[in-house]
């Protein structure tokens, strides 16, 4: 078969080799992403265009009817790594023959447990504790026990799922708004829409899909004052400027995000000491990354191995 598979992951096979080794048993040659990030729409295209890639490993880089257009004929298959699938026009896939395979069930435990540590390392305040203690001052404040806290948790696919599973354990209540999905009556939380959860909940965990805004001027405006904010889910989940006046007003307490409508973020919340800032790392632990990529070299390979219809 000799495929050639592209890179849309700016980072792969970092901590285990199986993926890699996968490849190569079947022969395929892997050609590197060229800028070592995530290439923006026009990198894509050329890059898929230049290349004649038969198959992409793919990470959140725009896979939008533009995209995939140039691409075919040539490209035959995409595996997503991850569990996020707002990036890539589906139906364009299905229109130009291309093969589409993702892995929703890889980041759940990476996703949930980075979560709740920020929320401990907020509720705490771990952070500038620390920032003092290393400065040498010997600060003690008070924190909030994680059994204190209401949270609502937006969006019950797997991974809110599982977060709102260790909230509870730790002695969260936890209310749950997912208007599309309902297997979240299952979980025996209470559903709320989302003004309601805001005006109650001390923490907002977000966990949907998808690219609209949910948190803009409204709903900031009908959340309980001194909110914890958490987005582990998309950038464009929250309303970057309603954000930063919410904080501004003492609305919005402390929060923490970890992805952003443009990545690298060079923006203004890194000047706001109480918000946590991550590089969109929540997936980021050794078993969470060898079963993605693994799991999206498997499948690849077998949408690139079975014949056309």
Wanted: hydrophobic share 45%; aromatic share 4%; with cysteine.
């Amino acid at each position: 078969m000799n495929p050639r598979i592209g890179l849309g992951v700016s980072s792969f096979a970092q901590e285990d080799p199986t993926p890699l080794e996968l490849l190569r048993r079947a022969g395929a040659a892997l050609v590197p992403n060229p800028r070592g990030r995530r290439l923006t729409e026009t990198e894509i295209i050329d890059y898929v265009t230049r290349e004649r890639l038969d198959g992409l490993l793919a990470g959140l880089e725009p896979l939008n009817r533009r995209v995939l257009t140039a691409a075919h004929p040539t490209l035959k298959a995409i595996a997503r790594v991850g569990a996020g699938i707002s990036n890539v026009d589906l139906a364009a896939c299905r229109e130009l023959g291309i093969r589409f395979s993702y892995t929703p069930d890889g980041p759940t435990e990476a996703v949930a447990e980075m979560t709740v540590t920020a929320l401990l390392c907020l509720a705490r305040e771990l952070e500038p504790m620390n920032r003092a203690l290393h400065a040498g001052e010997w600060p003690k404040r008070m924190g909030r026990s994680l059994s204190e806290l209401t949270v609502l948790v937006v969006g019950c696919g797997l991974i809110g799922r599982r977060g709102a599973a260790l909230l509870t354990a730790l002695g969260s209540a936890v209310v749950v708004c997912d208007p599309y999905l309902a297997e979240a009556r299952t979980l025996a939380l209470p559903r709320v829409g989302l003004l309601e959860g805001l005006a109650r909940a001390d923490v907002v965990s977000i966990h949907a899909s998808g690219e609209a805004t949910l948190l803009g001027s409204a709903e900031f405006a009908a959340a309980k004052p001194g909110l914890i904010l958490l987005n582990a889910a998309r950038g464009a989940a929250v309303d970057e400027p309603a954000l930063i006046q919410a904080l501004d007003s003492g609305k919005v307490a402390k929060a923490w995000l970890d992805c952003f409508r443009q990545e690298p973020y060079d923006g203004p919340l890194r000047h706001y000491a109480q918000v946590l800032l991550t590089p969109h790392t929540s997936s980021y632990t050794r078993a969470c990354r060898s079963r993605m990529e693994t799991e999206a070299v498997i499948n690849l390979l077998g949408d690139l191995e079975r014949p056309e219809t």
